[in-house]
């Protein structure tokens, strides 16, 4: 009797999992992982700029995943920039008849995406060039915005890199200090 109940507790246990295992995929599909729900933090952010620096020469937001993407714009008070146009030389908005109606599209997409008002989701639209900066919290937002054909870029408006500092062989205790003016670096050991 006891082996037929803990086979019995052990099929309704495997069929839990496959259910489950099996509504995890479709849902994957459709949203954001849990990892990628997790923002990235300023220090790894931080060390793919420059390792991508130091290695080509360069970085592109272009080129950076939408997980990585949108970690920077929540490091960033959730603030990105918007580039848009009717394709990629499309910048000056006097000389694009298209200009206010791709924006209007695009503040819509994003205030579905967003479930919230446009009007407090547009920070500024520049009234010379095809540029926006918007205020986006989810994911979701940016690789829909990134699928468009009207988005020329999407970049972190507010996101602030900082290189590390470096010590000098046999600094210690470096901090940071307020000098008249300005920041300073100072250590006990050495000066910098």
Same mark, same amino acid.
């Given at each position: 009797m006891n082996l037929k109940a803990n086979k019995l507790v052990f099929a309704i246990g495997l069929l839990a999992i496959v259910s489950c295992s099996r509504e995890e995929n479709v849902d994957s599909?459709? =949203?954001i992982?849990?990892? &990628?729900?997790e923002p990235l933090t300023t220090i790894y952010i931080n060390s793919e700029i420059r390792h991508s620096v130091e290695n080509t020469g360069d970085f592109l937001w272009k080129d950076a995943s939408d997980h990585?993407?949108?970690s920077a714009a929540y490091h960033g008070d959730f603030i990105l920039s918007i580039g848009f146009g009717a394709d990629n030389n499309d910048f000056a908005r006097s000389k694009s008849n298209e200009s206010r109606k791709i924006e209007q599209s695009l503040l819509k997409l994003? &205030?579905?995406l967003e479930e919230a008002d =446009?009007?407090?989701?547009l920070l500024e639209s520049d009234p010379y060039l095809n540029t926006m900066d918007v205020l986006i919290t989810k994911q979701i937002t940016i690789s829909k915005l990134r699928e468009s054909s009207y988005v020329r870029y999407l970049e972190p408006a507010n996101y602030r890199y900082s290189a590390p500092i470096t010590q000098a062989p046999g600094c210690r205790n470096i901090m940071l200090v307020k000098c008249p003016g300005c920041f300073c670096i100072r250590s006990?050991?050495? +000066? +910098?």
């Open positions: 599909d459709t =949203s992982s849990t990892k &990628a729900r990585f993407l949108w994003i &205030a579905e =446009s009007k407090y989701l006990d050991h050495c +000066i +910098i």
